[in-house]
């Protein structure tokens, strides 16, 4: 059985349209990422970075791939460009980020999938790029998660070339209006010409260089040149009967994960006291990512989760692509920047082995919130036996140093005892898409997050 799940329709139609024509676990990720780059480009983008996970059934073998952004730099005279500061309001708090042409990082979402599609891929590439370049041909309607997202993300989303594809004729895009980004109809072109390398040494990497020189952005030739994607061994641990494969994330999923105790038979309130006692965290900054979690009939599994941070608010001409802004993202900052390193992530790709295989393949959108978002879909799954919607579905919390988010569902008697333990408690009046995007699958059943107009396919 072959199961998709993804953060939109049209990413899991890209990705099972491939599956039915024999495509492999690896062939769906790289045509899901892609129409992800148009039909939620709120969320993502080509010229983002991302984390994945792939399974070889023949093999037996697991291992991450890591085509996250890095610093900047290489060859430049190291002056730092200036980055634009916002307050986003995010549910009843203030968020701050900084955009602009100084805040984008080297991209590392093209080299992923090119790295994915060397090491495991079977289609033409040039087949893989047709169900994105087919979405840019024409419209994708919003969806109301990805409409309200874009509605909170507008001052941004609508800066510089972005007012164009977001508030045409000045009306910001509402759910069920159609996105429409012309510009990159070039840019899949380029790809399905040229290659993914396209975005490094082509087509789309000089147009890159030229917005980069225009408006005094740090990404230089050299950092192009230079960049490549990394497979590398995961980080295993044993849950609940089953090997936990993913990788050692910012936010470490898997240490959170490792210290829930057994939640089957608890009631609501102590396995939220549970869960927000493991949890722990740090205050929670926003960001658009995605994440689709795919599995063939062979066994082969691939989780992939992207993002371009909030956006700079910069897109390169006659291309429609946006640029990341990953070096305004606070949360990732965790030393000095070092050009053509890595920057830290917290995204979590994960898989759950076991005799037979691959049981549960999970990813999270969702910032700081990305690690509570996975940890009680896998621990609902693995340790609570619920089936794989019913996980993803149920309301969510996310514990941020004394204080616990509390999203609308929950019974009053769990609020009460969570305030009797000492924690603070910020109760939100229905689902949000503030408390993440998780998209999981198994061997007969898929889930898509309702929070982030999510969807699923069984084949």
Request: aromatic share 4%.
């Amino acid at each position: 059985m072959r199961t998709v799940a993804a953060g939109h329709p049209a990413t899991a139609d890209a990705a099972a349209e491939i599956l039915e024509e024999g495509g492999c676990a690896a062939d769906g990720a790289i045509a899901a990422c892609l129409a992800s780059c148009v039909a939620e480009s709120v969320m993502t983008g080509l010229l983002g970075g991302g984390h994945a996970i792939y399974f070889d059934a023949a093999s037996g073998r697991a291992r991450n791939l890591d085509f996250f952004v890095a610093a900047p730099g290489l060859g430049s005279d190291g002056v730092e460009p200036a980055m634009t500061e916002l307050e986003i309001p995010f549910g009843t708090e203030l968020v701050h980020y900084a955009v602009g042409i100084g805040s984008c990082a080297v991209p590392g979402v093209p080299a992923g999938l090119d790295s994915l599609w060397q090491a495991h891929g079977r289609a033409p590439w040039r087949r893989l790029v047709e169900p994105a370049l087919r979405l840019a041909n024409g419209a994708v309607p919003m969806p109301e998660a990805h409409a309200a997202c874009l509605a909170m993300l507008a001052p941004v989303m609508t800066m510089n070339e972005g007012e164009r594809i977001y508030s045409p004729g000045g009306a910001l895009l509402a759910e069920g209006d159609p996105l429409r980004q012309p510009g990159l109809v070039h840019a899949l072109e380029a790809l399905a010409e040229e290659g993914p390398r396209a975005a490094y040494e082509g087509t789309i990497g000089s147009a890159l260089l030229e917005l980069m020189a225009e408006r005094g952005g740090s990404v230089t030739a050299d950092d192009l040149q230079a960049y490549e994607a990394r497979w590398s061994e995961p980080l295993r641990v044993g849950y609940c009967g089953h090997s936990l494969l993913t990788r050692p994330a910012l936010m470490d999923f898997a240490g959170a994960l490792a210290a829930l105790p057994p939640l089957r038979g608890l009631d609501e309130a102590a396995r939220a006291l549970a869960t927000a006692g493991a949890l722990g965290g740090v205050p929670a900054a926003d960001s658009g990512t995605t994440n689709f979690s795919i599995a063939d009939e062979e066994g082969n599994a691939c989780v992939l989760t992207t993002s371009l941070g909030l956006g700079s608010g910069d897109f390169v001409p006659g291309y429609d692509l946006h640029l990341n802004s990953m070096l305004g993202e606070a949360d990732l900052l965790t030393g000095p920047l070092v050009p053509g390193e890595r920057m830290a992530s917290m995204m979590s790709p994960s898989l759950a082995l076991d005799a037979g295989g691959v049981a549960l393949a999970a990813g999270a959108a969702g910032g700081t919130r990305l690690r509570s978002a996975l940890v009680q879909v896998v621990s609902g799954v693995l340790d609570e036996g619920l089936e794989l919607q019913a996980a993803v579905d149920r309301p969510r919390l996310h514990a941020a140093g004394p204080r616990v988010h509390l999203e609308g569902g929950f019974d009053p008697t769990t609020v009460d005892g969570l305030v009797a333990a000492g924690f603070e408690v910020q109760e939100w009046p229905g689902r949000h898409h503030y408390f993440g995007g998780v998209s999981a699958v198994g061997r007969s059943a898929a889930a898509g997050d309702p929070r982030r107009s999510g969807a699923s396919r069984v084949l």
